[in-house]
């Protein structure tokens, strides 16, 4: 069973995983709003490819490289800066390249599909969160002729098509073989020393805007910014997981409002109609007549409620804070199993396994850590779990 796991390869990851869809880095902060908007996922992949290039010359290889990925959130945090507030249509003109990170190692990947397991962990340990790549189906050839009578943006290049690994696709994947790691998964997040205290956090009462960096530092950890009071007792969170799920009228929210206005008008039962006259009252006090122009406050946010439950051992902890809900961006948007913004929690006493389930269940790629008061402690994410399952892989080696 060992040696099975160990030769896996991300291609046993890819099966029954859809095509990314693809934007190119010459398109406008616009056009992947629209895609955005009309996609169920909530990066899209950005491409730069010299097949249509003018520099092109006759015989020369169509290379096509993914190099980066996109959200709600990079255009929120985008529209936000000064500059940008004062004229969003315009800011929207300039292209998606604006938006990427110059990262090394990048945040986006190629690999083949024969990297390992073991491989594709290292990668993701080493900074990577997305690694792209190739897949095969037989619907690729019809796929591809469709591709070229349509505007579709399924990424079809040289006849190859493409989907991208999580650290969450690999978590699940350890999941389905967790007894191999007997017992570790048994084991308290305390005892296993994978506490990080190193936490992205904000006062409950402090302007959202000052909260901007912190949100981005956090899309780039895949964590969140915990909303704290002056005790630091955990009130809630701004999660770029919840702010994704919006659409860009946020940025407006976050200009004007405190941290926990904006936990409140982010939260999935939509915005508040108070909130929403507060937010359209400072805009014109600030003079950002442009940002109030373009965006439509009060079209933000339909959702469709619905509840779930938390995990077994968890579940006092987390019913304290925890809920979640579908919401889509509007009534013509699918709608995405989002959360509140109220925390996911656990105590250093759980266990491995109930965490992992935990933040599976919600879809997060952490889980805060607090004590029985509701102090924060700290926070344990997908990367301390693959650090602890790789280090045990070591060993079956």
């Not at 962990?121 to 796929?143: C, E, Y």
């Not at 925890?322 to 989002?338: E, F």
């Not at 965490?355 to 919600?362: L, P």
């Amino acid at each position: 069973m060992a040696v099975s796991l160990l030769a896996d390869e991300v291609s046993d990851l890819c099966l029954g995983k859809p095509a990314l869809r693809a934007l190119s880095i010459s398109a406008a902060i616009a056009d992947a709003l629209s895609a955005l908007k009309n996609s169920d996922e909530s990066f899209i992949s950005v491409w730069d490819c010299n097949c249509c290039s003018n520099h092109r010359k006759p015989g020369d290889a169509c290379e096509c490289q993914c190099v980066g990925k996109v959200c709600m959130v990079d255009v929120i945090c985008y529209l936000c800066k000064d500059s940008n507030s004062l004229s969003p249509s315009l800011a929207l003109k300039q292209p998606v390249s604006v938006l990427l990170p110059q990262l090394l190692p990048p945040l986006v990947m190629h690999v083949e599909p024969s990297c390992s397991l073991l491989e594709a962990m290292d990668l993701m340990l080493g900074g990577a969160q997305n690694l792209v790549v190739p897949i095969k189906n037989r619907l690729s050839i019809k796929r591809k002729q469709q591709q070229k009578l349509s505007s579709s943006s399924l990424t079809n290049h040289n006849g190859r098509e493409f989907c991208w690994l999580t650290q969450e696709d690999i978590i699940r994947f350890i999941l389905s073989s967790i007894s191999l790691f007997s017992p570790i998964p048994a084991l308290s997040i305390d005892s296993l020393g994978i506490i990080s205290t190193d936490v992205v956090a904000v006062d409950y009462h402090s302007p959202a805007s000052l909260a901007l960096e912190a949100i981005s530092r956090s899309l780039f950890d895949q964590t969140s910014v915990a909303v704290v009071d002056s005790d630091g007792f955990l009130i809630g969170e701004i999660s770029p997981s919840t702010l994704g799920c919006c659409d860009e009228t946020v940025a407006a929210a976050i200009t004007t409002l405190s941290a926990g206005d904006l936990m409140a008008y982010i939260d999935c039962g939509g915005p508040p109609e108070d909130l929403v006259r507060v937010v359209k009252e400072r805009l014109k006090d600030k003079g950002l007549e442009g940002m109030l122009e373009h965006f439509d406050m009060s079209s933000s946010l339909m959702p469709y409620l619905s509840t779930s439950s938390s995990s077994d051992e968890e579940s006092t902890a987390t019913s304290k804070l925890t809920r979640s809900g579908k919401h889509s961006r509007s009534m013509s948007y699918s709608a995405r199993m989002v959360r509140r913004a109220e925390a996911i929690v656990c105590h250093p006493t759980s266990s491995l396994m109930a965490v992992m389930i935990q933040a599976i269940a919600h879809r997060v790629t952490y889980v805060w850590v607090i004590e029985d008061d509701c102090t924060l402690t700290g926070i344990v994410t997908f990367s301390d779990l693959l650090k602890v399952f790789r280090k045990h892989l070591e060993t079956m080696a």
